[in-house]
């Protein structure tokens, strides 16, 4: 359903304060921002992400070892849609592209391409939107099906490296 544009008048600065926070968790990883990337989550805030879950915390702790790990990473989001369920509460989808560069043991780089869904949950506490709860979906290709050698043109794309 198409909603009327008095919704989101009085809705506006609600939305963008949810995408800022969207897009600087996205900074955070990117930059390797660990103070950052604990403030986008409200203490406590669990987060499933593949092959972590847990508090945000420890999320943090498990994260950023393997973002200096990696060369590079840069994240994109689109189609990010909110729903607001009160007030205070959120949820909200977003679509992400990561694109990540690591260097193998044989000197070998390797861009690698991430694809899914944030599914998160947002609450609104003394004037701020953060996370509380965020659930990530990969879509497929799943990480790592999709591995370029630098310097190779697309069309000799070769999926197992």
Same mark, same amino acid.
């Given at each position: ?6 919704? @989101? ?15 600087? @968790? ?11 990337? %604990?403030?986008? @989550? ?6 499933? %992400? ?24 840069? %994240?994109?989001?689109? /189609? ?15 679509? @992400? ?7 193998? $043991? ?19 506490? /003394?004037?701020?939107?953060?996370? $509380? ?24 794309? $070769?999926?197992?490296?």
């Amino acid at each position: 359903m198409v909603q009327k544009a008095s919704i @989101y008048r009085d809705e506006l600065a609600d939305r963008e304060a949810i995408r800022a926070c969207i897009h600087q @968790y996205c900074r955070a990883q990117d930059t390797q921002d660990e103070a950052l990337l %604990h403030d986008v @989550y409200w203490p406590g805030a669990i987060d499933d %992400h593949v092959q972590f879950r847990g508090p945000k915390e420890e999320f943090v702790q498990w994260c950023m070892p393997r973002l200096r790990a990696v060369d590079y990473i840069k %994240h994109m989001i689109t /189609n990010t849609e909110i729903v607001f369920q009160s007030p205070t509460v959120a949820l909200v989808e977003s679509y @992400y592209q990561a694109f990540s560069g690591i260097t193998q $043991a044989d000197g070998r780089k390797t861009n690698i391409v991430s694809l899914g869904i944030y599914r998160d949950r947002f609450e609104k506490r /003394n004037d701020e939107w953060r996370i $509380a709860d965020r659930l990530v979906v990969l879509t497929p290709p799943e990480p790592g099906s999709i591995t370029m050698q630098l310097g190779w043109a697309a069309s000799n794309f $070769a999926p197992d490296g």
